[in-house]
């Protein structure tokens, strides 16, 4: 699992989507620094659920689940790391309220976390894993404008992924350029 340069590209793209929807350069700067720590809460996942090849059984499930609050418990209340902590906890938070941990829907989701859930669902589908094959970036962008049996369109703030259509050319760039400086 190449998990540094997952963390890093998710940063990457969520500050180019937070240009691109007209944020301030801090905004662009914190979400580009802090997106990074979206997964962190997984140190506190056991290894075999993480690891595991096929579907997670709905209690492992609910185990998953937990890691983002884990994350914003790691990450703490340090004023410096509040966007962090939002993005650890919300970003499997859904438009449509059928995300996760609170089931919060549409602007009540932080918009940091919008933004760095489609960027994390784009490089996971970039990505092969134990327990899936890994698209092309034709493929990833499919998946996520028209949806499949776990991700639906309707899953996205609408604004943030009509911007994601937009940048996904420079988004297949950029995921080609970090997986080759990583393989250097």
């Not at 185990?63 to 994350?71: A, D, I």
């Not at 940048?167 to 997986?179: H, T």
């Amino acid at each position: 699992i190449d998990t540094g340069n997952h963390i890093m590209r998710v940063g990457e793209y969520a500050g180019l989507l937070a240009r691109e929807l007209g944020q301030s350069e801090k905004f662009i700067e914190l979400i580009r620094s802090q997106a990074t720590l979206h997964d962190v809460g997984k140190v506190h996942i056991p290894s075999h659920i993480l690891k595991k090849p096929g579907r997670l059984t709905p209690k492992e499930m609910d185990e998953m689940r937990q890691h983002t609050s884990f994350g914003a418990m790691i990450i703490g209340d340090h004023p410096h790391l509040e966007f962090g902590r939002r993005i650890a906890l919300c970003h499997h938070e859904r438009w449509d309220g059928t995300g996760y941990p609170k089931g919060l829907k549409g602007e009540e989701i932080p918009l940091e976390a919008r933004i760095v859930s489609i960027c994390d669902c784009y490089d996971a589908l970039r990505n092969s894993r134990v327990y899936k094959p890994n698209y092309d970036h034709d493929g990833a962008v499919g998946i996520i404008t028209k949806g499949d049996d776990r991700m639906k369109p309707e899953h996205f703030d609408p604004e943030v992924l009509t911007a994601f259509v937009k940048l996904a050319p420079v988004f297949d760039e950029l995921y080609l350029k970090m997986r080759d400086e990583e393989k250097t």
